[in-house]
């Protein structure tokens, strides 16, 4: 669980994302695109689950990619080379469906890139022809441009701000495609913020597309002990750490996902400012 690198992938004022790779040998001897981690920086500190960005047998490492946003996230950030984890389970999840889909749409946003990575690398080994959609708030932020790229037959990027490429979102591309070639595309996958997966779900509602989303709600054990990524999907209690993180978008209860999303943003401000506190 020792931290064998680390690297600010991208920056901005506000905010950074960071890859890190750890030593985890039985993790990486058995992870799936599709799956993630649990970690505790500390004891002290909270459990978070992060997605495997690769998984590296032969090293028995892991590559891992956050942003710095809640204090665990912090905490991560600020660990030096050669320093351990507190405590790391995975793999965790169940992998994402890999097969010859034919053409499809992967559509990614924010630090989301990231886990779109590793399942765009599984599906062009199964000969699939992809199209890679990516979105950032602006070009510092922008990561994993250039390895993505050489997956993707059709490539092609948004800024919020139009600082790179297209100004735009990731959905003014998709309608586009979707509107040119009706009927072309076979099977779509987004992940990035929940927005974003919710206006890609629409859009493909409209195509009766095949599409799945990786979700992102609160989760604290990760093993299904806890509960507290419970969603209705499909009209049916599911939980994201053990029956998901990927589901058929058209089924997820969006609303619910949102609220759950929202319970504890403020305190987890007041939890960073007192941390900050007690540091400084």
């Not at 034919?102 to 199209?131: C, F, M, Q």
């Not at 053990?242 to 589901?247: A, R, V």
Request: glycine fraction near 8%.
């Amino acid at each position: 669980m020792r931290l064998l690198y680390k690297e600010i992938l991208a920056k901005d004022q506000s905010t950074r994302i960071l890859k890190f790779i750890l030593e985890a040998k039985d993790i990486a001897l058995k992870a799936k695109p599709g799956q993630f981690v649990v970690l505790m920086v500390k004891k002290e500190g909270e459990r978070i689950p992060l997605t495997i960005v690769e998984a590296l047998p032969q090293e028995g490492t892991i590559i891992l990619i956050a942003q710095e946003v809640g204090l665990t996230t912090k905490l991560l950030a600020q660990m030096k080379v050669g320093e351990s984890l507190y405590a790391l389970v995975g793999p965790l999840g169940n992998p994402t469906p890999i097969k010859n889909y034919g053409r499809v749409i992967l559509v990614g946003g924010g630090v989301g890139i990231a886990e779109l990575y590793p399942v765009a690398k599984a599906l062009k080994k199964a000969d699939n022809h992809i199209t890679l959609i990516l979105g950032a708030r602006t070009k510092e932020v922008l990561i994993l441009e250039a390895e993505l790229k050489v997956l993707a037959s059709d490539f092609y990027i948004t800024t919020d701000d139009g600082s790179y490429k297209r100004k735009g979102v990731v959905t003014d591309v998709l309608k586009e495609l979707l509107e040119d070639s009706s009927g072309v595309y076979n099977f779509i996958y987004a992940v990035g913020p929940v927005p974003m997966m919710l206006a890609v779900s629409q859009i493909t509602k409209n195509y009766n597309l095949p599409t799945v989303v990786s979700l992102n709600s609160l989760m604290v054990d990760g093993t299904g002990m806890c509960g507290c990524c419970r969603l209705t999907i499909g009209g049916r209690t599911r939980f994201v750490c053990i029956d998901g993180p990927d589901f058929d978008a058209h089924s997820v209860n969006w609303q619910e996902l949102i609220n759950r999303n929202r319970m504890y943003v403020e305190k987890e401000k007041e939890i960073c400012k007192l941390y900050e506190k007690t540091t400084s």
